[in-house]
């Protein structure tokens, strides 16, 4: 991807996420903004913990990618909860252990309804609550340059990751 994206005085493209200031918390309960992310290549896919029909099939993506990938610290994959009510830091850490996605590479954000919204559509991601804990949403996983530019996405449920991770890879060498 050899476009240039326009740089705003902060060093970061206008498109760059890192624009966004809202403020999230992580499953170890710490404050952050998407900022704090900068300088890694970001993996990041929006689910929510009691979905029982596509986000397994997401986090087992993520699971699959992390794997292929191998050991980067030039790398960290962030799922964000699309429901904010019931994933809390607390409930999202006993997920994060359940699934053996606990360390360093992998975060997870908790943020408001309205800062959910603003990033699922930064990412084109639709969702919508269909009853209390459940929701119709989209599956996309989205890579982000260093730069907190979008650099691919992954549409749909147990694809063939390889695009992805060669996406990976190529913004992690730039």
Not at 25 to 30: D, F, I, N, V
Not at 44 to 51: A, E, F, L, P
Not at 53 to 80: E, S, T
Not at 125 to 154: A, T
């Amino acid at each position: 991807m050899a476009c240039k994206q326009p740089v705003s005085t902060s060093g970061i493209s206008d498109k760059s996420i890192f624009n966004l200031t809202s403020t999230w918390h992580t499953e170890e309960g710490k404050a952050i903004q998407l900022n704090d992310l900068k300088g890694k290549v970001l993996v990041v896919v929006m689910i929510y913990t009691s979905c029982k029909v596509a986000c397994p099939r997401l986090v087992a993506d993520m699971q699959d990618i992390r794997k292929k990938v191998g050991n980067n610290d030039k790398v960290q994959y962030v799922l964000v909860s699309i429901d904010p009510e019931t994933d809390t830091p607390a409930r999202l850490k006993e997920f994060a252990i359940s699934k053996e996605m606990d360390g360093n590479e992998w975060t997870f954000l908790q943020g408001t309804p309205e800062t959910v919204r603003e990033f699922a559509n930064v990412l084109s991601v639709k969702y919508k609550e269909i009853s209390p804990m459940d929701f119709s949403h989209s599956n996309i996983i989205s890579v982000f340059s260093p730069g907190g530019d979008l650099f691919h996405q992954q549409e749909g449920l147990g694809v063939n990751n390889r695009e992805t991770i060669a996406a990976i890879l190529q913004a992690t060498d730039h």
